[in-house]
């Protein structure tokens, strides 16, 4: 063995670095690596949304972000927002209960299928609510009958949105549920608790952080998905726009400003998010799920 | 029954709520288990199971794991269903009322302290949930938990959260939110066990203390013989789903009735004999046993290690050579080969009790029990 393998072992003794510590110009080839990268890929991008945003001027901006369409986008992606994340707390409330809490039948099949948006392209998932209740889809007959318009309406927007977005939630609470067990509910409800005290002074506050985790993660993506309503919106103006599709009309249009004002509202969000979540995990690591998968 | 074992629940009885009456017991009741069974899809957790426990009797379920205690204090608390059979409190039906309304006082080994909430909070738990016409005031809860507080020994830490308490606290909490809810029955999950030896000790002593003030009745589960034979006034030994013994300490310790109890509780040596015209023999040696009434054929002669004599011509002894000697703390152990067999036996003597390793000596159970060989010895 050569002098050069044996002295970071010998320094390893006396000051400390790890062992798996690499010699320096690995380090700084990593490093610069790894760091390329980030501005290449993540920062440029970013700064050059805002950088864009606010060529024409402050007033360009303001005027792209409050015109008439811009206003009906914003309003429309809060709304399915608001719609989508509560169903899916709903939903991942319900199902990682299940999960976690009691043993039935096709418990393996409902963790899995949980996932399913996960590997399902989002256009897929559109075309999915467009063929169940488009006009030439299996309901569609009967649902013009009955004069409900589920897709190209606000219906098919939300639906399309919560089938992406619903493993958000589920998936940060079941491995939680499921290492906390049924002990702290057995303890509660031996005490005189209702199911529903249990429910909303026990079980809630033990998973409250996992679960503004997960609603975080959920909002965001609910409100920045693009794929899967873009097939079910119509891309009516004003109508069925999300902001996403907004973006992408305006700049079709090539009226770029405006495209990069929207968009940097969504940038925004994102980095309010990032933030969010940095502080969940910095500040609860231990009450939140170990499996990080996103 | 001893002096501790009282009905009165000491600390004082909360107020009635606000102006209505409010069933609460200032009384601990008797249960009664009856025939109980309990099935887990093909297996039996229980296979009817029957004891009576007195008011303000401290029962200690000892088994193995698997043997089904925890099941039957599930049972007891309402958090499972037997397949069939009777449960009875104070001669009441208890399978008919649900958890919330039995009224149990439920200890489990890992605390189950909700971990949001302060010590107070945790004690008032129970106070706070009911419903509003039985609910004691703000001030009422807090006083009664402070009182409780200070009954477990823990006044001072009533901000604290459980992350910041040891473990023996944690469970010292655990009990006086149990006991805030003025229990009917007290039910203990392996209370010690997820804590060290020594601050084990310590509870146990506690718990003891606990319950001659409050003496309620208490059922707890453990695996840990000492900790049974320590605490309890009558010991429930266990074993797959069925009770081998109900007794006091002393009778549980000094006349197990079975192999299992035998070799479960405290140290036994055992040695395969034959029972012929009304004796116990080893080979062509007739051992000054008594057998009463056990038939002939293959046997099995228990004892303690220490509960022998010996010596070189005991009448009637079983003969064998010393194979090993072992300090065993204040005494002696040695390894004995019965003389013409494979078997070993190991007896305890006192530490200046001179013996030669392969020097003959005639051993003799002071007391004993023998037992028909079971069927798989009998095969062999």
Known sequence: MSDAAIAPLLVSETRGPAVTTERLPVRIILITVGVTFLILFLLLPLAAVFVEAFRAGLGAYVAAITEPDAVAAIKLTLLVAAIAVPANVIFGLAASWAIAKFDFVGKSMLNTLIDLPFSVAPVISGVIYVLLFGLQGIFGHWLQGHHVQIIFALPGIVLATIFVTFPFVARELVPLMQEQGTLDEEAALSLGASGWQTFFKVTLPNIRWALLYGVVLCNARAMGEFGAVSVVSGHIRGKTNTMPLHVEILYNEYNFAAAFAVASLLALLALITLVIKITLEWRYADQIAASRRH | ?380
């Open chain 2, 1 to 380: 029954m001893d002096a501790r074992v009282t009905n009165a629940v000491n600390y004082p009885a909360i107020g009635q709520g606000r102006g209505v009456t409010e069933p609460h017991w200032d009384k601990t009741v008797d249960v009664s288990i009856e025939n109980v069974v309990r099935v887990f899809g093909s297996t039996a957790a229980l296979h009817g199971v029957s004891l009576d426990i007195a008011a303000g009797e401290l029962v200690a379920l000892l088994g193995p794991s698997g043997s089904g205690k925890t099941t039957l204090l599930r049972i007891l608390a309402g958090l499972d269903e037997p397949t069939s059979g009777r449960v009875l409190f104070d001669g009441e039906d208890a399978l008919k009322l649900t958890v919330q309304e039995r009224n149990v006082g439920l200890v489990f080994q890992n605390y189950a302290l909700f971990r949001h909430m302060t010590v107070l909070e945790n004690i008032g738990f129970g106070l706070r949930v009911r419903p509003w016409s039985r609910r004691p005031s703000r001030k009422e809860i807090k006083h009664r938990a402070l009182e409780l507080l200070d009954l477990v020994q823990l006044s001072g830490l009533e901000k604290r959260f459980p992350s910041q308490l040891s473990g023996g606290q944690r469970q010292r909490v655990a009990f006086a939110r149990a006991l805030a809810i003025e229990p009917r029955v007290l039910l203990l999950d392996e209370p010690f066990g997820a804590l060290d030896a020594k601050v084990r000790r310590d509870l146990r002593r506690w718990l003891l203390e606990m319950h001659n003030k409050t003496g309620h009745t208490t059922v707890f589960v453990t695996h840990d013989q000492e900790e049974a034979l320590e605490l309890a006034d009558r010991i429930v030994v266990m074993s797959e789903g069925r009770i081998e013994q109900i007794g006091t300490p002393d009778e549980i310790y000094d006349r197990p009735n079975s192999p299992f109890v035998y070799s479960f509780i405290g140290e036994s040596s055992m040695l395969p004999v034959r029972i012929e015209k009304g004796k116990a023999w080893i080979d062509g040696h007739s051992l000054d046993l008594s057998v009463d009434d056990l038939v002939s054929g293959p046997a099995q002669l228990f004892f303690r290690p220490h509960d022998v004599e010996v010596g070189d011509d005991l009448a009637g002894a079983i003969p064998a050579t010393v194979q090993g000697v072992r300090r065993h703390g204040g005494a002696r152990r040695l390894d004995l080969a019965v003389v013409g067999r494979d078997d070993r036996v190991e007896i305890e003597l006192p530490a200046d009790f001179g013996v030669e390793i392969s020097g003959p000596i005639a051993v003799r159970p002071r007391r004993y029990r023998v037992f028909p060989a079971p069927a798989q010895a009998l095969s062999n």
